[in-house]
Every structure is written in C-alpha cells, then in structure tokens.
C-alpha cells in the first residue's frame, strides 16, 4: 500500500536554529497537510497545499513557518527560528481528493521535533 | 463552542465489552467526517470514514446525525489490540483543512 514518508523522525535543534522537515507524499495525492501534536494535546491543523500553492493555513502557521514543494515529490515545511514552544510531533498527510469530498487523510510516520 | 468535540474518556472496558464513543461538531455546513485511531506516539490511522446512512466495518459501526451534529464510533467485542486513543475528524467546509478532536482513550483490559 501507499505510503507516505517523512524524515527525519526526530530532529533535535536548539533555538533560534532553522530547521526543515521532508515528507514525500502519496505520488497520485494532490493534496498535501502539515500537521502538529504537542505532546498529550489533540492534533493540530497547520497549513494545507493545492496546486502548488497554499491554500489555508492556520493562525499557528506563522510568518516563521514556510512549506514548499521544491520537486514532484517532495512536500517540505520549515521553521525559520525555532522556539521552545515549537516541539511538537509533525505529521505531513495527503488526500487524493482534498476535504470536501470525503477523501481522509494518509499520515506519515511524523519527526519529533525537541527544540533545546 | 469548539469546533470537534469528543466524550473526554478515559474509557476502561473489559475484553468483549461494547463500548460507544460520542463526538460533537460545530460546523453545520461539514461534509466529510472519519474516525481515526492514534496509538501512543504514532501517527492517526483511518479507521473508517463516516457515511450518513451509517455504516459497518466488521465489529466497527459509525452513525451520523447531521441534524444534531453528531457522530457516534460502536466497537463491538472489544480486543486488548483496540486500546487506542479514538479521533473524530472533521472537514472545515470553508476551506481544505481537516479538523481533530481532542480524542477520546479507550483501553481493553484482560
């Protein structure tokens, strides 16, 4: 089955430092997610992507967060100055369909982010 | 009001226990709703999408009361391997974003 795969799995970084997480999404989604989780909290929307182009983001994702999808496979986010309050798991998603036909979303495995 | 609601659990039941978990949306113009499973430290998982006759996947029944805005997770028989922590997932129908609940934890004692 289809996967989607994210690297690193875990990124440690000290703050301040710019860090970017890869993902490579399912090849035939066009929809692509990033998503957080701190630790013992519910999994939080970031931004999502269509045609090359994002088309929401949330008030999380601020001028410090950029994504980009550099090639026809890679789907990457980066974090410009990282903050202590940045260490989260991030999950990247994909969807074929995109959400308002019902089409879920594929997660990949995360990288743990531990911002020091 | 927030936007996906869910029972706060902890549930603990017994194996072969039924047990039923309760989730709230505040967004009526929604489409698209799913359960996802989300064990300790990993990714969520589909566990099925959510259909508005209701649908059935083995020991697994979802509902859907657009009216009330509610949706419900049925497991049936409960196995030590259903311990999870059970996401409802809503589509934000103003833009292409998936929207978590909080989850709701369920765990299958022997």
């Known amino acids: 089955e289809p996967e989607v795969t994210q690297t690193p799995s875990h990124q440690v970084t000290q703050m301040g430092q710019e860090v970017i997480l890869r993902c490579v999404p399912i090849s035939n989604h066009l929809y692509f997610y990033w998503y957080r989780q701190i630790l013992g909290q519910k999994v939080e929307f970031l931004v999502s992507f269509y045609n090359n182009e994002i088309s929401e983001k949330s008030e999380i994702f601020d001028d410090q967060f950029s994504v980009e999808r550099p090639d026809g496979s890679n789907f990457t986010l980066k974090i410009r100055s990282t903050k202590l309050e940045d260490s989260a798991m991030y999950f990247c998603?994909?969807?074929?369909?995109?959400?308002?036909?019902?089409?879920?979303?594929?997660f990949g495995n995360g990288t743990r982010l531990t911002v020091t | 009001r927030k936007e996906v609601e869910q029972d706060p659990g902890p549930f603990n039941v017994p194996e072969g226990a039924t047990v039923a978990f309760n989730c709230t949306y505040s967004?009526?113009?929604?489409?698209?709703f799913f359960w996802y499973r989300q064990d300790c430290r990993k990714e969520p998982k589909l566990l099925m999408s959510v259909y508005s006759s209701g649908n059935e996947d083995g020991r697994f029944t979802a509902q859907l009361n657009r009216a009330s805005q509610y949706i419900s997770l049925l497991i049936r028989d409960s196995k030590l391997s259903d311990s999870a922590t059970y996401l409802c997932v809503v589509n934000n129908n103003y833009g292409q974003n998936f929207v978590f609940g909080p989850g709701t934890r369920l765990s299958v004692l022997p």
């Open positions: 967004n009526s113009a929604s489409q698209s």
């Open positions: 998603a994909s969807s074929d369909a995109g959400a308002t036909y019902n089409s879920p979303l594929h």
